[in-house]
């Protein structure tokens, strides 16, 4: 499985040097994704889905004015990795017009952990922590 982003950008696994972990896809402004097709002409995603709209379907043309409303991301694992989700709109922190929910799905074997603990309790934890190791 790790080098499942080489095979889907068609790059060879010989050389250390040449293994991706990482694929984003997506028609973003500052990241519009390079269709490398020979079979049309040399375009970004953002072109393609503004010359085909239809493509998005008209619910998600209709919503989202024509844009693809999301990044696709493909990531080959092979050690722990601590994946941030951004579950709601903070624009302060993230400033987009989208949104950032996120959603994984497994193409091979995955193991994982979600859902965390309220603040509160875990802010009791770490003074009940910090009382132990002060004491010592």
């Not at 994704?33 to 040399?42: E, F, M, T, V, Y």
């Not at 959603?103 to 509160?120: K, T």
Request: charged share 20%; hydrophobic share 40%; net charge neutral.
């Amino acid at each position: 499985m790790l080098m499942v982003v080489n095979k889907l950008l068609l790059v060879s696994n010989e050389a250390p040097p040449s293994v991706f972990c990482q694929l984003w896809t997506g028609a973003h402004p500052k990241g519009d994704a390079l269709i490398k097709d020979n079979r049309i002409a040399q375009r970004t995603l953002g072109q393609w889905i503004a010359d085909y709209p239809a493509c998005l379907g008209s619910k998600v043309k209709d919503t989202f004015h024509g844009q693809l409303p999301f990044l696709f991301k493909v990531l080959s694992v092979n050690t722990a990795l601590s994946i941030q989700a951004h579950p709601n709109r903070f624009p302060e922190h993230y400033p987009d017009n989208n949104h950032k929910p996120e959603m994984a799905i497994a193409l091979s074997q995955f193991e994982g952990l979600c859902g965390f603990r309220p603040v509160e309790e875990i802010i009791g934890f770490l003074k009940c922590e910090w009382h132990t190791w002060h004491e010592n």
